[in-house]
């Protein structure tokens, strides 16, 4: 367990890091890609989603490693079959209301978020090493 909490620290700090770091370079990211404005218009609307999502994705990433370990298989599909219908819902809604491509990403925002909850609640019930 207290590895696990370690890893999910560094995950933290590691998807903490990226969101800053995708934040720092959105004015070039669309150029890398195209020079045509509606990617790069594109590509601008995509990258705070992103950055915003990457602190919650490194701990479901770091929480999916932990628990293929102990051979959660069936936690994590659970976990995958959740995220799976919460991006179902924003991807219905994004084509209801014409969101776009930001309804897109925020649907995939809201899969890894809804993941996370499941894996998050598992593991606050999973046992702790006794330090006596």
Do not use: C, E, H, N
């Not at 990403?105 to 006596?132: D, H, Q």
Request: a positive charge; aromatic letters at 10%.
């Amino acid at each position: 367990r207290a590895l696990s909490d370690r890893l999910l620290r560094w995950g933290l700090a590691t998807g903490v890091g990226l969101g800053v770091a995708f934040i720092a370079i959105r004015p070039w990211v669309g150029g890398w890609f195209s020079t045509d404005g509606m990617v790069v218009d594109a590509v601008d609307i995509a990258v705070p989603i992103a950055a915003l999502m990457q602190p919650v994705a490194a701990l479901v990433f770091v929480l999916d490693g932990v628990f293929l370990g102990v051979l959660a298989i069936r936690l994590l599909a659970g976990s995958t079959t959740v995220g799976f219908l919460a991006m179902l819902g924003g991807l219905a809604l994004t084509l209801d209301r014409g969101w776009g491509l930001a309804g897109v990403w925020w649907s995939v925002t809201a899969m890894v978020v809804a993941r996370g909850l499941v894996l998050g609640w598992a593991y606050r019930g999973w046992p702790t090493v006794s330090r006596a």
